[in-house]
């Protein structure tokens, strides 16, 4: 059923790809992601990985692809892996990125002016999922107490942020590794992404053991980046791509995330 509502995508992305430029060939990349449920931006794959159907990011990207003749192949990694594969240029690309400057030296994101613009995916909220009886506090600023044993998924900028505050990660887990580590207070914070969190606390069924602090942690884009050589060679068509996924996300964005919300 879901397929059939995007046809009627597929066929806006169309009428917008002409003002898109046009290309004399076919451009073929690798992408990497991330191998962890990140649901509902990538879910198990229903059928093929380039159809329709496989999460919202998925679906953006399927699409931005399909409007300037860009043939994406994808392939799953654990997070640091796919970060190491971009670097030494094994894939051409990866998703889904945070923009830090560190990261300018081997990834290229979308930019104007010098700046990281707004041809991202997602606007992501990333947040402390806690206990309910948590004593953990967070003013935007400072977070307490001291000695609070609070982290996230290994690799993520909000890790390396919470490391630089003092919170160093004991072990290194994942998500549905640390929720129940939260939900019976071994752990006081996990932070991760609130949509993506909120989604894996109702599948785990610990909905009435886990919530979240008021204020984010931080708010951050995600982006679709690219290895330096292969945007060196391939830079005409990249642009085109980042252009197609902001006239998607802005004018699609809606009822695609609502396939996946109901």
């Not at 053991?209 to 990249?238: C, G, N, R």
């Not at 996924?245 to 609502?258: F, M, N, S, V």
Request: charge should be negative.
């Amino acid at each position: 059923m879901i397929h059939r509502g995007f046809r009627r995508l597929l066929f806006c992305i169309l009428l917008f790809s002409a003002v898109l430029p046009a290309f004399a060939h076919d451009s073929s990349y690798t992408l990497c992601y991330e191998d962890q449920p990140v649901p509902p931006f990538i879910v198990p794959f229903n059928g093929s990985i380039h159809e329709l159907g496989n999460g919202i990011v998925m679906d953006y990207i399927n699409l931005a692809a399909n409007a300037v003749d860009m043939t994406v192949e994808y392939q799953p990694y654990p997070w640091k892996r796919c970060q190491l594969s971009l670097k030494n240029g094994s894939v051409d690309g990866a998703f889904v990125f945070v923009h830090d400057t560190d990261r300018e030296n081997w990834a290229v994101f979308p930019m104007t002016d010098g700046k990281p613009d707004d041809r991202f995916v997602y606007l992501s909220q990333y947040v402390f999922f806690v206990g309910r009886e948590t004593t953990l506090t967070w003013d935007g600023t400072a977070l307490t107490p001291a000695d609070a044993l609070v982290q996230s998924v290994p690799g993520y900028v909000a890790e390396s942020r919470l490391i630089t505050m003092g919170f160093n990660p004991v072990v290194s887990l994942q998500p549905k590794e640390a929720l129940p580590l939260v939900a019976n207070g071994r752990l006081d914070g996990f932070v991760m992404d609130s949509v993506v969190g909120q989604t894996l606390v109702d599948q785990l069924g610990l909905t009435s053991k886990i919530t979240t602090l008021p204020l984010p942690f931080m708010v951050q884009p995600w982006y679709v980046v690219f290895s330096k050589q292969h945007y060196s060679e391939d830079a005409e068509t990249i642009e085109a791509f980042w252009t197609a996924l902001k006239l998607i996300r802005e004018q699609q964005g809606e009822a695609i995330t609502a396939q996946y919300m109901r």
